[in-house]
């Protein structure tokens, strides 16, 4: 059996529902070169499609690809782009997609109209994977099983270019990943000055990799332009719809704003898709934290044993006054269950960022879902909850960075964040960051002079009708400002007590705590329809698909209101949403409707007109999916 039979009973079966699609004639070379100018099918596709790589991890195509997505940018066409990656080092297959659109939509796609192959091990799934009318280029040492009719074939001399251009063989794989690029830059009409400032951007500046680089893209183009005749109608050109636009994933905003927030300490275990939050504010911390006489950090990072351990150093950091954060993903969040009770009941500031993946256990660690919201809503035995924040875009991961630790100091208590896979390691479209211009909330501390004035204060009295007490930090000089910090019961003067009205008075006070939380976190973003019966909530990276199915939706009469969900606990602007319409289809990325059964809690008399429209199967959402969704239950209702 050769490399490219098929060899599984799933291979078997695309192979006879390809068969269905082809014309059943043998593969043809490619036709006589055409000397006469180029000539476009009649009715072009303009930056209105997606371009799907599927090579092998490991392969070096990480770099192509995003010099892909940068030059289509850089000539502004709206583009996102999206990687599907196997969870081991190397060798699997990985695909890449990115998707332009010239109206500005950036969610996911159910279909790619442009596939290049350079893995043989997949070439059967993604010939059923391509659009009718589109295209299919691929290395042409690959043996095409079959041939569908309706289908642009475009076969390139991967190998042999980069044998040409590359005389280490280990090294090969890395520039084949080079042709690609400037075959599809011809074909399409990507501009190539725009590839080569890509690959500058790329390799900061460096110019022996961009020229080495750039030589094999322009050769392979060269090859394009005299041996290919193109008869797809796809291509690309210049709009200015990126202009003023920065590109770039929520992971690294989410590090920027960390730092722009007064990050003093970070305790982390490597996890994917949390890993890269770490990487990115090791990297950006020694060139913006840095004090300017002593030369010395400002700052302390360290990789703990586990997630257990960041998490309890980062509650002693928080204690002692820094502003200290981790970084993880769901299974480092099982871990810290116990420390964030801790946080919780102790009152300590912590900010925790769960960059979510697809579970339960090991699960897909390379996909995405949400499916942390109850887990980290109600992480602790007890009753422990936490503030929850819910960035929609890498500018809110930005934002979100810093506001977390104000609010972690101004409620005393663990926040946690929640981005998820594909928000934080996938390159989005953003408007420019806005340096944070409110002063840093550091909440209710008490200095030398007042603890001395008052002569002693009550660590864990309500005060002022807040919930939150007042506290001191180490190193406050006063005689009175010493207190315990208790994970075990205690009355309001912080000293060990067992008493039941001491604990019930506790527990009422970090409940009206919860409701001050209620009205200081972010509130949704709203666009209310006048007239629609039905309203959609979301959160987190479904937002573009969402948005583009209200489109969708909407060119099929029906009206859809929107709500976004940025924080739990929820507030009364939920509450009014639900009220106002007939019915409400909450859209998330999980397999148990958990932001649907916390609507239901937090507004019961609205909970039978609350419907799930949940999906997860490891992959980002698409407009398609929601809108077919929605349709089909307006059906039953």
């Keep these: 059996m050769s490399l490219n039979e098929p060899k599984t009973v799933q291979e078997m079966k695309m192979l006879r529902d390809l068969t269905a699609l082809t014309s059943a004639a043998p593969e043809t070379p490619q036709p006589a070169r055409d000397t006469s100018p180029l000539r476009l099918p009649h009715e072009s596709i303009v930056n209105d499609f997606a371009i799907t790589v599927a090579t092998k991890n490991g392969s070096g195509s990480q770099t192509s690809n995003a010099i892909l997505l940068r030059a289509l940018f850089k ?33 996911r796609r159910e279909t790619t109209e442009i596939m290049i192959v350079l893995n043989p091990d997949t070439i059967l799934e993604d010939h059923q994977n ?123 905003a989410a590090a920027l704003g960390a730092i722009y927030g007064g990050v003093g300490f970070v305790a982390w275990y490597p996890i994917t898709p949390a890993t890269s939050l770490a990487d990115a504010l090791n990297e950006y911390l020694p060139k913006l934290r840095i004090d300017p006489e002593t030369q010395a950090p400002t700052y302390a990072v360290i990789q703990a044993e586990d997630e257990l351990a960041a998490l ?140 001395n004035a008052m002569r002693g204060f009550a660590r864990y009295k309500d005060v002022d009708g807040d919930g939150i007490g007042w506290r001191t930090l180490p190193g406050n000089e006063s005689p009175f400002a010493a207190y315990f910090t208790r994970g075990s019961g205690h009355n309001e003067r912080a000293m060990l007590s067992e008493r039941a009205d001491d604990w019930e008075n506790n527990m009422d006070r970090l409940a009206r705590k919860f409701e001050t939380a209620r009205k200081l976190m972010p509130p949704p973003v709203i666009d209310m329809v006048e007239g629609a019966e039905i309203g959609i909530v979301g959160f987190g990276s479904t937002d573009p698909a969402i948005q583009e199915a209200r489109a969708m939706l909407e060119a099929k009469g029906i009206r859809a209101s929107y709500l976004r969900l940025r924080a739990l606990p929820m507030n009364d602007d939920v509450t009014m949403f639900l009220a106002s319409h007939q019915r409400i289809y909450v859209v998330e990325m999980n397999s148990d409707a958990q932001l649907c059964q916390l609507l239901r809690l937090h507004s019961p008399k609205d909970a039978e007109k609350v419907h799930p429209a949940n999906h997860n199967d490891g992959l980002p959402l698409t407009a398609h999916w929601i809108t077919e969704e929605i349709l089909y239950q307006e059906t039953r209702h």
């Design 130 to 252: 391509t659009a009718p009318g589109g295209v299919f280029m691929y290395a042409d040492d690959i043996k095409l099983p079959v041939r569908r009719s309706d289908l642009h074939y475009y076969a390139i001399p991967v190998k042999e270019m980069a044998r040409q251009h590359e005389p280490d063989p280990k090294l090969r794989t890395y520039v084949a990943n080079m042709v690609y690029v400037g075959a599809i830059a011809q074909l399409l009409g990507i501009d190539l000055d725009e590839i080569e400032a890509a690959l500058m951007f790329h390799f900061r500046g460096k110019t022996k990799p961009v020229q080495s680089n750039m030589q094999v893209v322009r050769a392979a183009a060269a090859w394009a332009a005299e041996h290919l005749i193109k008869t797809d109608p796809y291509r690309v050109a210049r709009m200015d719809k990126t202009k003023g636009q920065i590109m770039i994933d929520g992971n690294t």
């Design 75 to 107: 000539m502004g066409i709206p583009v996102s782009g999206k990687n599907i990656f196997p969870s081991n080092i190397q060798g699997r297959p990985t695909w890449y997609t990115i998707r332009l659109s010239k109206d500005g939509y950036v969610a």
């Design 312 to 451: 309890g150093m980062v509650m002693g950091a928080g204690w002692a006054g820094a502003r200290a954060m981790t970084s993880t993903s769901g299974p480092g969040i099982s871990l810290m269950a116990e420390f964030a009770g801790l946080g919780y009941f102790a009152e300590i500031p912590a900010v925790i960022w769960d960059v979510q993946r697809m579970g339960p256990a090991t699960g897909l660690p390379t996909r995405v879902s949400q499916g942390d919201i109850i887990a980290a809503y109600w992480l602790g035995h007890g009753d422990t909850k936490h503030p929850v924040l819910l960035p929609g875009s890498v500018y809110e991961c930005f934002e979100f960075g810093w506001r977390a630790f104000d609010l972690a100091e101004r409620l005393q208590t663990p926040i946690f964040v929640l981005s998820d896979l594909d928000l934080g390691m996938n390159q989005w479209m953003s408007k420019p960051f806005d340096y944070p211009e409110e002063p840093m909330d550091r909440g209710k501390v008490l200095t030398e002079e007042q603890v």
